[in-house]
Nanobody, 125 residues
Framework: QVQLVESGGGLVQPGGSLRLSCAAS????????MGWFRQAPGKEREFVAA????????PYADSVKGRFTISRDVAKNTVYLQMTSLKPEDTAVYYC??????????????????WGQGTQVTVSS
């Protein structure tokens, strides 16, 4: 079993930046591709970004391309989401998820094996 714990969320003004972290434990971190998803009130959970087990760049949602960057630190068993130029529409609960990468990069939530509890990001003036 893999446990994932997100942190780093909060309130930020439009145009600001935040870095989310997701610490993994209980499994072999380097076996898993990692993804970030988000869910706004009344909306479905949506894919944000993913990174391969080896740290290779994965896909990004069109809405965050050029503004968000996913990365991982294998030594720290942690994946990050650097968010810049934040917009009010980025407001959501952000979740990290782990996938054994059996079928390559997956954008659908059902393709992921383990999930964190989420961290709230609010972009507002």
């Amino acid at each position: 079993q893999v446990q994932l714990v997100e942190s780093g969320g909060g309130l930020v003004q439009p145009g600001g930046s935040l870095r989310l972290s997701c610490a993994a434990s209980g499994g072999t971190f380097s076996n898993y591709a990692m993804g970030w998803f988000r869910q706004a009130p009344g909306k479905e959970r949506e894919f944000v970004a993913a990174i391969s087990p080896s740290g290779g760049a994965g896909p990004y949602a069109d809405s965050v391309k050029g503004r968000f960057t996913i990365s991982r630190d294998v030594a720290k068993n942690t994946v990050y989401l650097q968010m810049t130029s934040l917009k009010p529409e980025d407001t959501a609960v952000y979740y990290c998820a782990a996938d054994l990468f059996r079928y390559g990069f997956v954008r659908q939530p059902k393709g992921y094996d383990y999930w964190g509890q989420g961290t709230q990001v609010t972009v507002s003036s």
